[in-house]
């Protein structure tokens, strides 16, 4: 009997180290559910190509099957149903964000950031203009080898985690940085000011704006004080109808949080999820000389 006990146990401990993270465990249902019904909506589709369709209603061409997926939601499928990386964000915080880009798509989606959730964030904004921005180009093609087809950037941040407090402490001392200012575009006075940007982030009005990144967990590492003042300045600066989303992570971070209260305002604070805070920010008109503050 207490052969047979050994075993059970030694059988279970093996069963244990064999399961996959409960969190990966999750995404890959999720995801693979996804696979599924993609899969099944397809199948049922080409069995009804005849004179009694099953599910489509559409008539079908012997050369083109109707259907909304984009081969970028479709990618996105595949990968994440075959992948054991998962999103660095957890669920409840995705959603947030998903939610949103729902009621805008398509629309232009500026993300700070390029990673395993890059795909994902491409495939939730389809028909509409995504682009990542990225300071490590071993990092952009490591991403992009698995996921050709995204818009990525790289780009240079002239800060570090150690200007932090400084920066916050001085900037209004700096006329370029005030916002009766308000520009990014060859602004290499105000040190926030991300001037290494593409132009067409500069050309275009962003109705999404996610920052999660670039690093900010170590001091020599650039930080995300230019990223928080320059989404602040775009959206300030909007001229088409509505606000602007601005959403920003690891805000349980010192310098997320006060970057985040100084330049993006609480009082534009639409929702908190976790380590994500959701900002409705809307344009600014008729911004005079006396305006010492962005709140």
């Not at 279970?12 to 909506?41: C, D, E, R, Y």
């Amino acid at each position: 009997m207490q052969q047979l006990n050994h075993t059970n146990i030694n059988n279970n401990i093996k069963m244990q180290k064999n399961q996959p993270p409960q969190g990966h465990t999750n995404f890959f249902i999720v995801f693979f559910s996804l696979a599924i019904i993609a899969a099944i909506f397809l199948i049922s589709c080409l069995i009804g190509i005849g004179d009694t369709p099953l599910f489509c209603t559409e008539s079908i061409s012997d050369e083109i099957l109707p259907t909304t997926t984009t081969p970028m939601q479709l990618d996105a499928i595949l990968h994440y149903a075959t992948s054991p990386r998962v999103p660095q964000q957890s669920l409840p915080e995705i959603t947030l964000s998903f939610n949103v880009l729902q009621s805008i798509s398509p629309c232009n989606f500026l993300v700070f950031g390029l990673g395993h959730d890059s795909l994902m964030w491409a495939s939730f904004n389809p028909n509409g203009h995504t682009l990542f921005l990225e300071e490590d180009p071993l990092w952009v093609r490591t991403i992009l080898k698995t996921a050709p087809n995204l818009n990525a950037a790289i780009i240079n941040y002239r800060t570090k985690v150690t200007d932090a407090d400084d920066l916050l402490s001085s900037y209004q001392s700096e006329p370029e940085c005030s916002p009766s200012k308000g520009y990014i575009r060859g602004n290499t006075q105000c040190k926030l000011a991300i001037t290494s940007l593409p132009e067409e982030v500069y050309d275009k009005e962003w109705d999404m704006i996610m920052i999660d990144a670039p690093r900010g967990y170590y001091n020599e590492a650039p930080g995300r004080m230019g990223a928080i003042y320059s989404a602040a300045v775009m959206a300030r600066n909007r001229k088409k109808p509505g606000v602007t989303h601005v959403f920003l992570h690891d805000v349980d971070r010192k310098v997320e949080k006060a970057y985040a209260q100084e330049f993006l305002c609480r009082k534009n604070l639409k929702k908190a999820v976790g380590r994500l805070w959701h900002f409705e920010i809307p344009p600014v008109e008729n911004v005079t000389q006396n305006n010492a503050t962005f709140c």
